[in-house]
């Protein structure tokens, strides 16, 4: 579609499209048809992250299309700043897939600070537990400790194409990212769910000096089976970005469910006496590493949000 200037000179109008990648000034835009454009952000102010609505302009000849505004999201997945605020790694997910794997080994913290992100975006979160051709009687963590919080826990081993069906149901309706230690194998889940998508992550991702490709940017795929899935780079560390500390509990479902039976209506679950989170605790009720990750989010987020 193109309209006419007042100078006479000719452009194509604005029309919605969906960031389905973003490589620093550089994104790509799907538009309504599925084609998937270059473009280019049309000023310092726009910082658009995968799974971005934006409103873009078509551009008339080969060169880049323009991005000219970003829809309000409703949901982020965010981290801490190098700067102490927030960086935003992706937009309007709906659902957190948390990937872990026996090798490498899985840390249950990192689980949970993710589970926590996802509780204070308001977004689902479920554990996809890959290679399980490596580890088929499930040794290398305790997946209970999180179903029986109420997490579903998936078992997958992209490998050997196993859960699968299972996975894609869970995805199904939803925008979903894969999220985790960098060599879980999201990119592999992505591959072994979407034959074809092999040829694209190989294209977005670079080979390091072992022969790995590791993810470098977040990419979203349609599954045939519906529903949206963000692959993500990995990581070695990860914390929801800067909270007030009396937030903190709401990114721990069995926390939360019990702030309201503690003596004071401010308990943070420290130290305070009359604390029924701590007495759950002792009872067993609470498991202890899930109760300890929570005092290390509530340090972190002190000493990341200081007074707030
Ligand atoms: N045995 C086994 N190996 C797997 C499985 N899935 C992936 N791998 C291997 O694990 C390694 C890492 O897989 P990737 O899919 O690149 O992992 P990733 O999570 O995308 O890694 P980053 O992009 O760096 O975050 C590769 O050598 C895969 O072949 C599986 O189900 N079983
Ligand atoms: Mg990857
Ligand atoms: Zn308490």
């Given at each position: 579609?193109t309209?006419?200037?007042?100078d006479g000179?000719?452009?194509?109008s604005?029309?919605?499209g969906?960031?389905v990648?973003?490589?620093?000034?550089?994104?790509?835009?799907?538009?309504?048809?599925g084609?998937?454009h270059p473009?280019?952000?049309?000023?310092?102010?726009?910082?658009?992250?995968?799974?971005?609505?934006?409103i873009?302009?078509?551009?008339?000849?080969?060169?880049?299309?323009l991005?000219t505004?970003?829809?309000?999201?409703?949901?982020?997945?965010?981290?801490?700043?190098?700067?102490?605020d927030?960086?935003?790694?992706a937009?309007n997910?709906?659902?957190?897939?948390?990937v872990?794997?026996?090798?490498?080994?899985?840390?249950?913290?990192?689980?949970?600070?993710?589970?926590?992100?996802?509780?204070?975006?308001?977004?689902?979160?479920?554990?996809?537990?890959?290679?399980?051709?490596l580890?088929?009687?499930?040794?290398?963590l305790?997946l209970?400790?999180?179903?029986?919080i109420?997490?579903?826990?998936?078992?997958?081993?992209?490998?050997?194409?196993s859960g699968?069906?299972?996975?894609?149901?869970?995805l199904?309706?939803?925008?979903?990212?894969?999220?985790?230690?960098?060599?879980?194998?999201?990119s592999?889940?992505i591959n072994?769910?979407?034959?074809?998508a092999?040829?694209?992550?190989?294209?977005?991702?670079e080979?390091t000096?072992?022969?790995?490709?590791?993810?470098?940017?977040?990419v979203?795929?349609?599954l045939?089976?519906?529903?949206?899935?963000i692959?993500?780079?990995?990581?070695?560390?990860?914390?929801p970005p800067p909270v007030?500390v009396?937030?903190?509990?709401?990114?721990?479902?069995?926390?939360?469910?019990?702030?309201g039976?503690?003596?004071?209506?401010?308990c943070?679950?420290?130290?305070?006496?009359?604390?029924?989170?701590?007495?759950?605790?002792?009872?067993?009720?609470?498991?202890?590493r899930?109760?300890?990750?929570y005092?290390?989010?509530?340090?972190?987020?002190?000493?990341?949000?200081?007074?707030?």
């Amino acid at each position: 579609m193109t309209v006419s200037s007042r100078d006479g000179e000719s452009h194509a109008s604005t029309e919605p499209g969906r960031v389905v990648a973003a490589f620093g000034r550089h994104v790509l835009v799907e538009d309504e048809d599925g084609r998937r454009h270059p473009c280019i952000l049309s000023g310092r102010r726009l910082r658009p992250v995968c799974g971005d609505h934006v409103i873009w302009r078509r551009p008339q000849d080969d060169s880049d299309g323009l991005v000219t505004d970003i829809d309000p999201r409703t949901t982020e997945l965010a981290r801490p700043s190098r700067k102490g605020d927030r960086e935003v790694l992706a937009a309007n997910l709906t659902q957190v897939i948390v990937v872990s794997a026996p090798t490498p080994p899985p840390d249950a913290f990192l689980i949970d600070r993710y589970l926590a992100a996802a509780e204070l975006m308001g977004a689902r979160a479920c554990l996809a537990y890959n290679k399980t051709d490596l580890d088929p009687d499930g040794a290398a963590l305790d997946l209970s400790e999180f179903s029986s919080i109420g997490y579903p826990v998936l078992r997958v081993s992209a490998r050997e194409s196993s859960g699968l069906e299972a996975l894609g149901r869970q995805l199904a309706g939803h925008t979903s990212i894969l999220v985790g230690h960098s060599g879980v194998g999201k990119s592999s889940i992505i591959n072994a769910l979407l034959p074809d998508a092999e040829i694209r992550t190989a294209t977005l991702s670079e080979a390091t000096g072992e022969g790995r490709h590791t993810t470098t940017a977040s990419v979203l795929h349609l599954l045939p089976t519906g529903g949206e899935l963000i692959d993500s780079p990995g990581v070695r560390d990860y914390a929801p970005p800067p909270v007030p500390v009396r937030d903190v509990a709401m990114g721990f479902r069995e926390i939360a469910d019990l702030a309201g039976q503690c003596r004071f209506s401010n308990c943070l679950h420290m130290k305070e006496p009359g604390c029924a989170v701590k007495d759950s605790v002792t009872s067993g009720a609470v498991p202890a590493r899930r109760y300890e990750s929570y005092r290390r989010l509530v340090r972190l987020m002190e000493n990341l949000a200081p007074g707030i």
